[in-house]
Protein backbone atom coordinates (compact mmCIF):
# COMPACT_ATOMS: atom_id res chain seq x y z
CA UNK A 1 0.00 0.00 0.00
CA UNK A 2 1.56 3.46 -1.42
CA UNK A 3 0.59 6.23 0.93
CA UNK A 4 1.25 9.81 0.35
CA UNK A 5 0.16 13.53 1.52
CA UNK A 6 -0.82 16.28 -0.74
CA UNK A 7 -3.33 19.35 -0.38
CA UNK A 8 -6.64 20.42 -1.58
CA UNK A 9 -6.28 23.50 -3.60
CA UNK A 10 -9.84 24.14 -4.65
CA UNK A 11 -13.52 23.44 -3.95
CA UNK A 12 -16.62 23.75 -6.60
CA UNK A 13 -19.82 24.05 -6.88
CA UNK A 14 -22.88 25.00 -9.30
CA UNK A 15 -26.27 25.12 -9.76
CA UNK A 16 -25.55 23.80 -12.94
CA UNK A 17 -23.07 23.63 -15.78
CA UNK A 18 -19.50 25.10 -15.94
CA UNK A 19 -17.14 26.99 -14.72
CA UNK A 20 -17.89 25.90 -10.90
CA UNK A 21 -17.65 28.49 -8.68
CA UNK A 22 -14.97 28.35 -5.82
CA UNK A 23 -16.24 27.83 -2.09
CA UNK A 24 -14.14 27.62 1.32
CA UNK A 25 -15.47 24.54 2.41
CA UNK A 26 -17.77 21.29 1.21
CA UNK A 27 -20.13 18.80 2.94
CA UNK A 28 -19.94 15.67 0.98
CA UNK A 29 -22.35 12.28 1.18
CA UNK A 30 -23.36 9.73 -1.04
CA UNK A 31 -25.59 12.02 -2.58
CA UNK A 32 -23.21 14.23 -3.84
CA UNK A 33 -21.51 17.56 -2.95
CA UNK A 34 -23.83 20.22 -1.08
CA UNK A 35 -24.37 23.25 -2.79
CA UNK A 36 -23.62 21.39 -6.41
CA UNK A 37 -25.88 20.51 -8.97
CA UNK A 38 -26.08 18.79 -12.36
CA UNK A 39 -27.86 19.43 -15.51
CA UNK A 40 -27.26 16.32 -17.02
CA UNK A 41 -28.43 13.17 -14.89
CA UNK A 42 -27.55 10.35 -17.26
CA UNK A 43 -23.87 11.16 -17.16
CA UNK A 44 -22.98 13.06 -13.75
CA UNK A 45 -24.11 12.27 -10.13
CA UNK A 46 -25.48 9.13 -8.33
CA UNK A 47 -23.54 7.52 -5.64
CA UNK A 48 -20.54 6.44 -7.83
CA UNK A 49 -20.02 9.94 -9.08
CA UNK A 50 -20.64 11.64 -5.76
CA UNK A 51 -17.40 13.64 -6.41
CA UNK A 52 -15.67 14.69 -9.24
CA UNK A 53 -11.64 15.98 -9.22
CA UNK A 54 -8.95 16.45 -11.09
CA UNK A 55 -5.06 17.40 -10.27
CA UNK A 56 -3.47 20.32 -10.41
CA UNK A 57 -0.80 19.55 -12.38
CA UNK A 58 -3.01 18.50 -15.58
CA UNK A 59 -4.38 21.87 -15.23
CA UNK A 60 -0.77 23.32 -15.02
CA UNK A 61 0.30 21.32 -18.36
CA UNK A 62 -2.70 22.41 -20.15
CA UNK A 63 -2.12 25.81 -19.36
CA UNK A 64 1.65 25.71 -20.43
CA UNK A 65 0.08 24.66 -23.83
CA UNK A 66 -2.08 27.27 -24.09
CA UNK A 67 -5.34 26.33 -22.90
CA UNK A 68 -7.19 28.87 -21.03
CA UNK A 69 -8.62 26.10 -18.84
CA UNK A 70 -8.70 27.28 -14.81
CA UNK A 71 -9.62 26.05 -11.67
CA UNK A 72 -13.55 24.77 -11.96
CA UNK A 73 -13.89 25.59 -15.71
CA UNK A 74 -14.35 21.61 -16.20
CA UNK A 75 -16.81 20.90 -13.56
CA UNK A 76 -14.97 19.48 -11.07
CA UNK A 77 -15.54 19.82 -7.56
CA UNK A 78 -12.21 19.32 -5.80
CA UNK A 79 -8.57 20.15 -7.43
CA UNK A 80 -5.64 18.59 -5.77
CA UNK A 81 -2.04 19.33 -5.39
CA UNK A 82 0.72 16.90 -4.31
CA UNK A 83 0.21 14.14 -7.06
CA UNK A 84 1.50 13.61 -10.36
CA UNK A 85 0.02 12.02 -13.36
CA UNK A 86 -0.51 7.94 -12.61
CA UNK A 87 -0.63 8.48 -9.06
CA UNK A 88 -5.00 8.02 -9.19
CA UNK A 89 -6.83 5.16 -10.37
CA UNK A 90 -9.96 3.40 -9.91
CA UNK A 91 -9.55 2.25 -6.38
CA UNK A 92 -7.66 4.92 -5.30
CA UNK A 93 -8.50 5.74 -1.91
CA UNK A 94 -8.31 9.48 -0.77
CA UNK A 95 -8.66 10.40 2.95
CA UNK A 96 -8.96 13.80 4.20
CA UNK A 97 -9.84 15.00 7.72
CA UNK A 98 -13.42 14.34 7.66
CA UNK A 99 -13.96 12.80 4.21
CA UNK A 100 -12.98 9.77 2.55
CA UNK A 101 -13.79 9.00 -1.30
CA UNK A 102 -12.68 6.07 -3.57
CA UNK A 103 -12.06 6.68 -6.94
CA UNK A 104 -14.65 4.52 -9.34
CA UNK A 105 -13.43 5.70 -12.91
CA UNK A 106 -13.13 8.37 -15.18
CA UNK A 107 -15.00 10.97 -15.93
CA UNK A 108 -15.26 11.54 -19.60
CA UNK A 109 -15.26 14.92 -21.24
CA UNK A 110 -18.00 16.46 -22.76
CA UNK A 111 -18.31 19.45 -25.12
CA UNK A 112 -19.67 21.57 -22.39
CA UNK A 113 -16.45 22.58 -21.03
CA UNK A 114 -15.02 22.73 -24.58
CA UNK A 115 -14.18 26.92 -23.75
CA UNK A 116 -11.19 25.63 -21.49
CA UNK A 117 -9.37 24.04 -24.39
CA UNK A 118 -7.82 25.95 -27.72
CA UNK A 119 -9.90 24.80 -30.30
CA UNK A 120 -12.37 23.09 -28.03
CA UNK A 121 -10.04 20.67 -27.92
CA UNK A 122 -11.42 18.94 -24.79
CA UNK A 123 -10.45 15.22 -25.33
CA UNK A 124 -7.47 16.25 -23.90
CA UNK A 125 -8.71 14.92 -20.76
CA UNK A 126 -10.19 11.90 -22.26
CA UNK A 127 -8.72 8.75 -20.37
CA UNK A 128 -9.73 6.77 -23.50
CA UNK A 129 -7.29 9.06 -25.58
CA UNK A 130 -5.07 9.84 -22.81
CA UNK A 131 -4.87 7.73 -20.05
CA UNK A 132 -4.37 9.00 -16.64
CA UNK A 133 -4.63 12.56 -18.09
CA UNK A 134 -8.57 12.79 -16.69
CA UNK A 135 -10.51 14.28 -14.19
CA UNK A 136 -11.86 11.11 -11.82
CA UNK A 137 -15.29 10.37 -10.54
CA UNK A 138 -15.49 9.18 -6.80
CA UNK A 139 -17.67 7.39 -4.42
CA UNK A 140 -17.69 8.06 -0.54
CA UNK A 141 -16.67 5.54 1.99
CA UNK A 142 -17.20 8.31 4.66
CA UNK A 143 -19.08 11.35 4.44
CA UNK A 144 -17.52 14.85 5.83
CA UNK A 145 -16.46 18.26 5.07
CA UNK A 146 -13.35 19.13 3.35
CA UNK A 147 -11.92 22.32 3.17
CA UNK A 148 -9.29 24.28 0.76
CA UNK A 149 -5.85 23.73 2.10
CA UNK A 150 -6.65 20.65 3.98
CA UNK A 151 -4.10 17.78 3.84
CA UNK A 152 -5.23 14.60 2.69
CA UNK A 153 -3.77 11.24 1.99
CA UNK A 154 -3.84 9.53 -1.41
CA UNK A 155 -3.65 5.45 -0.63
CA UNK A 156 -3.47 2.68 -3.40
Known amino acids: MIRMKATVLGLFVSQGGVPKLPVESLFIDSSGCFGDKQ ?20 IEELNLLGHPIKPGSTGENILIDGSVVGDISPGTVLKFEELEIEITQDAP ?32 VKQGTVRNNEQYEIIN
Not at 39 to 58: M, P, W
Not at 111 to 122: A, H, M, P, V, W
Not at 128 to 140: E, G, H, L, M
Open 39 to 58: NDLKHHGGEDKAVCLIQNCI
Open 109 to 140: PCKTISQSFTDGEFTLISHKKFPQITRWYARV
